[in-house]
Each structure stands twice: as structure tokens, then as C-alpha cells.
Nanobody, 126 residues
Framework: QLQLVESGGDLVQPGESLKLSCSSF????????VAWFRQVPGKEREGVAC????????NLADSVKGRFAIFRNNIKNTVDLMISPLIPEDTGDYYC???????????????????WGQGTQVSVSS
């Protein structure tokens, strides 16, 4: 059974950088498409970035393009989300999720994912 654990959340100042990691236990993540979601209080959960299985095509939400990057580390068996520079609107709980591969495509829709981590909190404040 694949299990996911997020890490890297922190309290940071605007303009700083942060790397969130999604670690897997039990199975290699390379087989799955993986996405990062952001939950802000009072708003719907938003898929901010995804990476496809194997060939690692990516898709980013328009709201984060230019500041977010998603990539696989196959040595560590993680999918990482790099955020730089951070802005206050990035504050929220970040979750990674894994789902069945969809060819060369990756999805940012939460309905396409059935394995979720517990989340890691990011707070951006001066």
C-alpha cells in the first residue's frame, strides 16, 4: 500500500524560497502521476502542480507559473515542489497525492487521485 508523507512546510518571510517534499513508502513514485494541492481556509482546494508518471510532463496552475516548480527525485523517491519567491497568498496547507498514470498527461483535479498525504503547513508572513 503506497503511503505519502509531506515535509518542508515552514513559517517564512515573503521573498524567500521553500522546497516541499512528498516522500513515498512501499512503492516507487515513478509509476504514479503525482500532484500538489493547496488548501487555504475559506477557499476550495486547488491543484497547483502535477507531474506525469515516468516521462515527467508537468502542468502548473496559472496562478503559480513562474514561481512554482515540480520535479521528481528518483534517487530519494520523492516528488518535490519548489516555491520561489513566496508571497503571502501561498499560505495554506499543502498536500501531495498520487494517482494512476494517465499516459503522458497529468491531472490537477483531486478526483483523479486516491492516495493522499497528511499535509504540511506553509505560512508566509513578514
Amino acid at each position: 500500500q503506497l503511503q505519502l508523507v509531506e515535509s518542508g512546510g515552514d513559517l517564512v518571510q515573503p521573498g524567500e524560497s521553500l522546497k516541499l517534499s512528498c516522500s513515498s513508502f512501499g512503492h516507487t513514485l515513478d509509476y504514479y502521476q503525482v500532484a500538489w494541492f493547496r488548501q487555504v481556509p475559506g477557499k476550495e482546494r486547488e491543484g497547483v502542480a502535477c507531474i506525469s508518471a515516468r516521462n515527467s510532463n508537468i502542468n502548473l496552475a496559472d496562478s503559480v507559473k513562474g514561481r512554482f516548480a515540480i520535479f521528481r527525485n528518483n534517487i530519494k523517491n520523492t516528488v518535490d515542489l519548489m516555491i520561489s519567491p513566496l508571497i503571502p497568498e501561498d499560505t495554506g496547507d499543502y498536500y501531495c497525492a498520487a494517482g494512476a498514470p494517465q499516459g503522458t498527461y497529468c491531472s490537477r483535479r483531486d478526483d483523479d487521485f486516491d492516495i493522499w498525504g497528511q499535509g504540511t503547513q506553509v505560512s508566509v508572513s513578514s
